[in-house]
Each structure stands twice: as structure tokens, then as C-alpha cells.
């Protein structure tokens, strides 16, 4: 039997919510709705954490990113350590990585044989190792020269402006263009693992035409929550709230219309790349599957972007679709799953097992996929941001976040608040449910480090 091919897409900071389905169809993706209706979808998928270089670095080796190694800053993943992408490339698999994937340094050694890379590199920790390999500057950039462009993204350029090149050079194109030229060279001899990863809708927001100026800025859907939304939280977290709102700019309705409305263009514009790509690619022996990193605040308790980087759902929540192969089709899956349950998902479907003594975290995807799905897959604990200040962890409808270098902690009870408005972690009540979910948050923990290397 043929192995699979294994192509997943990716964004940068969308929302679990930004997507057509989960909208009732306000954001504009048809292709992405497309795959899901022929798909699965995990309408409660958690990330590894609330921003992209551990949320990444769980995508890719399935262990909680507070175990792993790292090199260059305190988040990057060792060169050495396992991935999956090492196991695929070691039975067979032709391995490519295409887009933002936040390497220190930028072309890292991690299982991918072609690297063509865009990233943020302002926010890409490099460090004495990236410099000593020349290696501090990514693919896009040495097209952007080769094409007699400056790198604009070296330039006075803030958060939200008008593209200042050519559509064809914007990221988004650009990581298009060059995972169809590899689609199209790929060696067809040898099964693929593809990863195609899009910049965006992370800042700078600046979407090219047509994208700019699609969508109508006062068509925009206010969020159900505001600033004032945040009394109920203890103060350490309510002072959080506040740098971050400071650090992103206060949120006021004309700006959060604007702000919303270059999102949608941006997620657009992402979706008819994929549309495109997709073209090129066989479902019937492809495994493709769709998430992001993390979240956005998206004016949601008065904040934008990404800080404070506390686990609430609007960061830590994602979308999560799979489609192929002979997956279930038009599925909703609303039990809780992680994104970084799919490195044992793709070595269940290739028929792989992991090395003995990696501490895989996730949990495969395929029951789900394949419609076997028992008790013991839908009983289960989902974790993020372990290796940042605000440690979560979620059972059922019931979400504890942790705050332990200040003792301060909050219960959510989710199938209640869904907005995660009334903290309950003080109140008696709810003693029992708030020790239980702080042992299972402080077990994970206290895990050792992961020492394996390859």
C-alpha cells in the first residue's frame, strides 16, 4: 500500500472563530469551507500556547514545548531534537516546509529537506548561532533583491499601511507561487510531507488589492466583550490586560472596524491561494489539514493582537480541519483535541511508531478521522502556554488558567460563560473542580525535561 501524502496549511494568528463555518459565514474563506464540509472539523482544538515559536515547536514534535530543548533564545527548538518531520523524512517521505515557521536560525535543521522561507524577522530571536551560519535572513528576502526590490520590511513600516509593492510580491503570493513551483517538481517517486504556512494574518496588516479594499468596514460584527469585561479578573491578570492594551493601542470602534475588515481581506487572500494549490493536490491519497498557531484578541476584551498572552480562547483556541484520504466527511467533532495531537496523527497514518522515550503529548486524530472514535477519546485534558507565565489547562467545560509566580488563578465554567467573563476560582463552590484541574496542571508541569535527541 502507498504511504499518504501529508500537506498541511497554516496561518499566523487567526482566530478559532475567523473562519466561514465557524462565522456563519462573515469571513470569506469558500475553499477552506469547501475542505471542511469534505472533511472533519474539531470545533474545540487548542494550541500548545498562546504565541507562534512554541505553539510551532508542539505542531511539530507532539511534547509540550516547556520540555523541549531549546537553541539561539529561550523558546526555539534544538537542532537534534525530534520532530516529525525527521520521522517521515527517515521511511521515505520527501519533506518541504514553505512559508513562516520562526527557525532560530532561519534555515534550522529540523527533518525538512527544501526550506523556502518568509518569515517575521524582526521577531525571530537569532542569535550568536544564526550569525556565525550567515544565517539570519530568509528566501523571500533574497527574491525580493533578485526581483530589483527592497526589502520593505526593513523600512519605517507600521503595523497597518498600504502594501507598497506589487500584489505579486506580497507574502502571501509569494509563498504561493513557491509551493506550486515545488508541487510541481516534487519527486513523485517519494510520498510527501508538505508543510505551506502563510505569514499572515499576523501583522503588518496590509493586505494587497483587491484584498484591501474588499470588504466594508461597517459591516464588521462588534465583539460581545469589552474592556470592562475584565473587573471580575484578579488584579495580577487585570494588570496584564492593561499593559497589553497599552502595547497594542486602546481599542475604539472606527479603528476595530478598519482592523476587522483587513483581517477578512487578508484571510481572503489566503484562501483563494489555497484554493489555487489545492488544484494541484489529489485528496483521494492526500491527507490535508488546516489550523494556526494561535489566536488574536481581535478586540475581544478591549485588546488586539496577542498581549497579554494569557491562554483565554481568543489566543489559545484554533481552527482545526482535515480532509482526504477516506476521512470522515462533514463531521463536527466538538470534543477537546490540540493542535499538536497531528505529529501522532501522521505517524498513525503512515504506520509509524514514535522512538521510545519521547514524551509525544498528543493524542492521534485518526479515531476521529475514521469514525472509531471511543469514551476514552473524548475524556481528556488539553494544555497551553506551559512554558509562558499563564499555564492553562482545560477538562470538559471547565478551564483553569494559572498565574503561579503571583498565586492568582481563575475558573472558567465555559458551557456557562463562554466569553470568560465571571471568574469562579474563589468562590467555594467550585473548591473541588479548582484543585482537581491544579493537579493536573502542576503534574504536567513538573514533567522533566525531554532529553531525547536524534
Not at 23 to 29: P, Q, T
Not at 176 to 186: N, T
Request: aromatic fraction near 8%; glycine fraction near 8%; proline fraction near 8%.
Amino acid at each position: 500500500m502507498e504511504q499518504p501524502d501529508l500537506i498541511l496549511f497554516m496561518t499566523d494568528q487567526q482566530r478559532f472563530d475567523q473562519t466561514g463555518y465557524a462565522s456563519g459565514g462573515h469571513i470569506d474563506m469558500p475553499v477552506l469551507d469547501e475542505l471542511a464540509a469534505r472533511g472533519t472539523i474539531f470545533e474545540t482544538a487548542y494550541s500548545a500556547s498562546t504565541v507562534c515559536v512554541p505553539a510551532r515547536v508542539g505542531l511539530l514534535t507532539g511534547v509540550q514545548p516547556h520540555r523541549t530543548p531549546t537553541q539561539e533564545n529561550g523558546a526555539a527548538l534544538a537542532e537534534g531534537y525530534w520532530t516529525v518531520a525527521h520521522a517521515l523524512q527517515a521511511v521515505g517521505y520527501e519533506t518541504a516546509i514553505i512559508g513562516k515557521m520562526h527557525f532560530s536560525p532561519v534555515h534550522a535543521s529540523h527533518g525538512f529537506e527544501v526550506l523556502r522561507m518568509c518569515e517575521h524577522l524582526s521577531a525571530q530571536g537569532l542569535g550568536p548561532l544564526a550569525h556565525e551560519r550567515g544565517d539570519t535572513t530568509d528566501d523571500y528576502h533574497e527574491w525580493l533583491l533578485a526581483q530589483g526590490f527592497d526589502d520593505w520590511r526593513f523600512g519605517p513600516t507600521p503595523q497597518s499601511q498600504q502594501y507598497p509593492l506589487p500584489a505579486r510580491t506580497h507574502p502571501t503570493a509569494w509563498v504561493e507561487r513557491e509551493a506550486s513551483e515545488f508541487l510541481a517538481r516534487r519527486d513523485r517517486s517519494r510520498p510527501l510531507f508538505l508543510i505551506v504556512s502563510f505569514p499572515h494574518p499576523h501583522a503588518p496588516y496590509n493586505p494587497p488589492e483587491p484584498y484591501a479594499s474588499r470588504y466594508d468596514r461597517n459591516t464588521e460584527r462588534m465583539p460581545p466583550t469589552s474592556y470592562h469585561d475584565n473587573a471580575d479578573l484578579p488584579l495580577h491578570f487585570q494588570v496584564a490586560i492593561e499593559y497589553g492594551m497599552k502595547a497594542a493601542g486602546q481599542v475604539n470602534e472606527p479603528s476595530l472596524r478598519i482592523f476587522l475588515a483587513t483581517v477578512r481581506g487578508m484571510l481572503r487572500q489566503i484562501d483563494d491561494a489555497m484554493g489555487r494549490l489545492l488544484e494541484q493536490i489529489d485528496l483521494d491519497c492526500t491527507g490535508v489539514f488546516f489550523t494556526s498557531d494561535h489566536g488574536d484578541y481581535a478586540g475581544h476584551r478591549g485588546l488586539l493582537r496577542k498581549a497579554p498572552w494569557i491562554p483565554f480562547d481568543d489566543l489559545a483556541r484554533v481552527p482545526l480541519v482535515a480532509a482526504g484520504l477516506d476521512f470522515a466527511q462533514g463531521t463536527k467533532v466538538p470534543s477537546l483535541v490540540q493542535s499538536s495531537d497531528l505529529p501522532q496523527t501522521w505517524l498513525d497514518l503512515v504506520g509509524i511508531d514514535p522512538p521510545e522515550g519521547l514524551p509525544l503529548r498528543g493524542r492521534s486524530l485518526l479515531p476521529w478521522l475514521t469514525g472509531s472514535a471511543t469514551e476514552d477519546d473524548r475524556d481528556r485534558a488539553v494544555f497551553s502556554a506551559l512554558s509562558m507565565k499563564w499555564p492553562m489547562v482545560r477538562v470538559g467545560h471547565h478551564k483553569l488558567i494559572d498565574n503561579p509566580r503571583h498565586d492568582a488563578r481563575v475558573l472558567f465554567d465555559l458551557a456557562a460563560d463562554p466569553h470568560e467573563v465571571h471568574d469562579l476560582a474563589a468562590d467555594p463552590a467550585w473548591s473541588t473542580v479548582v484543585d482537581e484541574l491544579a493537579m493536573l496542571l502542576h503534574d504536567e508541569l513538573d514533567a522533566p525535561p525531554s532529553v531525547w535527541v536524534g
